[in-house]
């Protein structure tokens, strides 16, 4: 233990290994230093490639260019109800509009115009005296076959 003055323990010298930027592979690798000049490394030999060229400082964690691909998903190109609607009303193009009233009756498949909610197609018939109309924007339930 007579050595005053180490200060290489932790230097870098020729023929150890040190990570550099290989130009070649153009990534971070282990290489073997062949030159130093003073105390910086001058020439590598990759490890890799075995390729010698002037050291370069490694770039660290490189991580490549992250596309994030935001790929919507098909979009739905309207509500459920509306895209239902939209079905239904051209499949019952033909059938006449009959204005919905309470007193009215109505079968499945039948085409009402609601003050309120417009035109619609009767989807289900629920209890003896209920339809569910489907609306351009709502299902709802209407009555139907009253007796006032
Ligand atoms: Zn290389």
Redesign the pocket.
């Known amino acids: 233990m007579a050595r005053p003055k180490n200060t290489s323990t932790a230097s870098t010298e020729v023929a150890q290994e040190a990570l550099s930027y ?1 130009t ?2 153009k990534m971070d ?1 282990n290489h073997v230093i062949v030159a130093m000049k003073g105390d910086r490394i001058a020439k590598v030999q ?1 490890l ?2 075995k ?1 010698e060229h002037v050291y370069r400082a490694p770039k660290g964690v490189t991580t490549p260019p992250v596309k994030k691909s935001k790929k919507k998903e098909a979009e739905s190109p309207a509500t459920s109800v509306e895209a239902e609607w939209q079905k239904l009303m051209t499949a019952h193009k033909d059938t006449p509009i009959k204005a919905y009233s309470m007193k009215g009756q109505f079968g499945l498949g039948d085409r009402l115009k609601h003050p309120t909610f417009g035109e619609g197609i009767v989807g289900k018939l629920i209890y003896p005296n209920k339809l569910e109309v489907i609306f351009q924007t709502d299902i709802k339930v209407l009555i139907h076959g009253g007796t006032a």
Do not use: D, E, R
């Open positions: 290989c070649s592979c690798l990759c890799t490639c390729k």
